[in-house]
Structure formats: C-alpha cells, structure tokens
C-alpha cells in the first residue's frame, strides 16, 4: 500500500495528556514490571504503579494524581536523578542505575531501567518509562536504628562520597608540584571551594618552635585575613591537642580565638609521624556532628598533605645545596685564578731579576745588588702567599694545632711596629699604637708566632685598602671570667685594628669571612691577596678562645677590625691620662 500526501491515516497517537494517563494507568499492572512508572523531564509522575503497596502506606497511585507537588517519593540525590532523565531524553539511550528514594521517613533502593518513549518523527522526546525493582528499605524502626535518621544516613553516605573525591582532588593536585606554596594554597582553596567553608588556614610546623604562622588562607569575603597572623600553639588547645595526638580534633570553646562560631577542626599533616603543618577549619554551628569516616579522610588528608610538604622541603633543600655547591665551586675556581696570580707574578719577577744577573746584563755589583733585593722582596711574598694556602688547608683538614703559652702583649705590639710602620711611611700614612695603660705588663694566652700573624693580616690589609689618612692599633682589657679550655682566665683583651680606607658596603661585609671569597673579585688584580687573610685570621683566633668582628658604616668610610684574646693574668690598671702610645710615622 501507498500512503500519499492526502491518505487518511488513523488516528493512534492519543491527543491529550489526559488520555496518555489513562492509558498508562491500564497498561502499567501488564507489564510484569514491579515497579513502572512514566515521567516528564521535570521529574513529574505522569502515572505510578507498584506493587510494594504496603511499604508505602497509601496508594501509589495518589503520587501522580495527587502527591506531585508534595515530593512524596522523589530520589535522594534528585540533582543527579534529573541529570540522567534530561541525557535520556536528549539522547534517546536508555539507561540501567541504582537509586535512593526517600518517602516519609523511609529510604529504597530501587534498581531502574529508564528509557525515553519515542516520540513521532520531527518533536522532541518529553516523556520516560521507568521499569524496576527493589534492592533493600531503611525504615526507622529499632531494627535498623532509631537515633539516625534514614534520610540522614544517605546524606552522610553521599557527603562520604563528596569528601573522599574532594581527597583524591587534593592529592591529585598537589603530586604535580614542588613548590610549598602552590601546594599549601591549592589545598587550602579545594578544601573551602568544595565545602564552601568561613575559613581554612595551614601553618607550618617547626618542632623547635612553640608559634606557628598562617601561610595559606581561604576566608569568605566577609571575613578578616589571618595570612601572616602569628599564633602561639600553647594558647590554642585545639592546636597543642592536634599536635600532640596527631589526631583530628573538633572543639568547641566559648570565645574561641581563631573561630567567632566558636568551633574549630584542626587537623596536623605529618610525615615519618613528625607533625610539619596544622590545618584548621572553621566549622559553623549549624554543621552534622562529624561522622568516624569523615574524620579518618581528614586525616588522609593530612597524611597526604604531610608528605608532600616532606618531599617539596627535601627537594628545596637539595636545590639551595646544590646552589651553594655551584657557588662553592664557582668561588673555588676564582680563588685559583687569583691565587695562580698571585703566585705567578712574584715568581716571575724572581726569575726575571735572577736570569739578569746570571746573563751579565748587570752594570755593576750595586745594581747586582738592587736585583737580588728585589728578588728577595719577591720571595718573601711568594712565601707569604703559599703559607696562607697551607694555613688554610691545614684549618680545613681539622690539623691546625696551636701550642698557647703566656705572650707579652707589648712585645707583640713592637714587633708588629717594627714590621708594619715602614709600609706606611711608603704610602704616607701615620701609625699609631696604643696599649691600655697599666703598671706591670699585659700578658695574654696565646702562640705568639699566630697571633702577630694575625696581626700583620690585619695591619697590612689596613695599610694595603687605605690611602690616605692613617691606621691605629689599639688594646683595651675586658674584666670578665671565661674558661677555655678547662683553663680559668680573669678576662679577655680586645684588639681594634682601625683605619681610615676604603671601607665595604653593608651588604658585602658577610662575604669578608667566607673561605675563597673576596668582597670584590675586580679589585684583587688591583690590591693582590688571595682573599685568605681575614678568613684565616678567624680560624686562628678561634683557636686561641676569641672572637673576630669586622665594622663599616660603608663604603670610603674605612674599617675597624676587632679580635679578642684570653687574659693571662689581671694587670694593675692605671689612670686613662698615663696611656701608652706610640706613633711611629
């Protein structure tokens, strides 16, 4: 047969809703389904047949003809329910699932089949037939529990599953990264976006210390930052509990520092069970009691947490160890090339005068004279510059041993005249010394041979970075009892080599003590040195039982150098106008 534009067909699709019930109503019960019903996409019931009549207390069929607009049995997670109807009916796929509904106070699980009821060619599907079955009831007798609420029990469930994704995210998220403070905000900001909570916090932990300080925040708007608030843990109980049991912790304390709803949950992360953070959480009073499994997922959180904090600290650690490595080498190499310097040009010079006088090229027996001087001069500084290489490798190797006796601080001080007062008469620069004034002698404990080796250090880098002006070496007695080493002592004296050069900024003065480091790498062709001095006049110093302080208010504003050296025996003080001093140019 051949249907044409103008055949009459029969009418078989019925024309109105009421007549789509009243057919449903009928056909339901025949489908041999224990649970049938049709809906619309907005989760209306069309019609409604069930043979689990007495479960429900009433005739199903008053839930499409009456109870619609009363929610009378409708999905616990209705959200997602209607998500899946609108898929069908776009899709026109039918779906099986398992589902919660509530009635009254009663929860089902059904077991469904969905499908979309095909519409006529060119509209739109608006309608499914749902087939099922059912899998188990709660109903709030004593047999299941009468404390809990049916409905609540499958909200708890629903917010187990919520929180256990929410993990999952977290860790997700903070596995991909190193760096500490992308992992303390993330986790901050997931927690609060998902549980849209006032306020979560994380402070990390240092067992050494008793405060902790807010690195990362998520606050509502309303609220008040805490980043950078220092809290003492002592003061919170959540936080001291937290830390110490490692457990999470709800408390609820009126007036409550860190919460104003007066309820807090602070967890600690932990790696190797050694707390390293605290979280904590504003929870507002209208919040469920938290459930055993809630707690164990906040401590999964921690766990996770911790441990990634652990291996971002690790990893920050190895980098700044390889950074100082690089610069350890990096300096090392500069020192070589300077200290290759430094040995070359004297070297050269002696070779150079030498080779001369071996050749004949010498005029007569003065100038004969004046060379082997000049290599002389060479090869005391040649010396000097491999003595300072020895000395210091000595002090690294842990073999430096000094053998300390009583000296005489005047002797000490001649010497240093004799040997440093001429060099600055060559730059003409005055040099002055000054010993406390005292009627018997200042004797101190030390080795003679290394403490006018410091001395000579510390006079002669004075006289090398100044030029005008001049340097004063002076004494003074501090009266205070010390033992070093096992050795009582009545007091210290202190050394204050001053002069008027050129002085070291502020910023650079921590890299004057600094093994194979100069302040200024471009002024050691201009000065010479191997950058040793003041780092091995340290070492020494500290053997003997004393101190070395460098000042400078900056640069062109010269240096005093400072060094403290264990007292002998008390001397008899004098009157400050009877000083002993001396100036020699």
Sequence with gaps: MTITANSQLPNIFPQNLESINSKADRLLPTLGAELVYTQDGTGRYLSFYWQKTDLLGFNPERIATECNAEEVF?????????????????????????????????????????????????????????????????????????AINPQHQIDLELRSQKHQKLVNKITRNIRRTLDLDVIWQQTVDSLGKALQLERCIICPYQPTSSKVRVIAEYHQPERPSMLGLEIDVNTEPAFAQALATLEPVVMEVPG????????????????????????????????????????????????????????????????????????????KSEFLANVSHEIRTPLNGM??????????????????????????ELSLHLLTVINDILDIAKIEAGKMELVCAPVKLDELFADVENFMCPQAAVKNLSFRMQLPPTSDDIIVQGNYQRLLQVMLNLTGNAIKFTHEGGITVSADIVVHKGKFPEQQFPGMVRVRVADTGIGVSLDQQDKLFQLFSQVDGSRTRQYGGTGLGLAISQKLVEAMGGEVHFYSLGEGLGSTVTFTVPLYQQPVMLSSTDNVSGECC
């Design 74 to 146: 409708i999905p616990v997670d209705q959200a997602a329910y209607l998500e899946r109807v609108h898929r069908i009916l776009t899709s026109l796929v039918p779906e099986r699932c398992q589902c919660w509904f509530k009635c009254d106070r009663n929860l089902f699980e059904l077991e469904l089949a969905i499908c979309p009821m095909i519409p006529p060619l060119g509209t739109n599907a608006t309608t499914v037939l749902v087939t099922g079955r059912l899998l188990q009831v709660k109903v709030n007798t004593q047999e299941v529990n009468v």
């Design 256 to 331: 409550y520092n860190l919460c104003p709803q007066q309820k807090i949950l602070v967890v600690a992360t932990c790696y190797q069970d050694q707390a390293n953070a605290l979280i904590a959480i504003n929870l507002p009073d209208e919040c469920h009691p938290l459930t055993d499994g809630e707690l164990e997922l906040a401590t999964e959180v921690a766990d996770q947490l911790g441990t990634a904090i652990a291996h971002a600290t690790l990893y920050k650690e190895l980098e700044a160890a390889r950074q100082k490595a690089e610069e350890a080498s990096r300096l």
């Design 351 to 376: 070779i150079g005068f030498l080779k001369l006088i071996l050749d004949g090229m010498v005029d007569d027996v003065d100038e004969t004279n004046q060379f082997l001087e000049e290599a002389h």
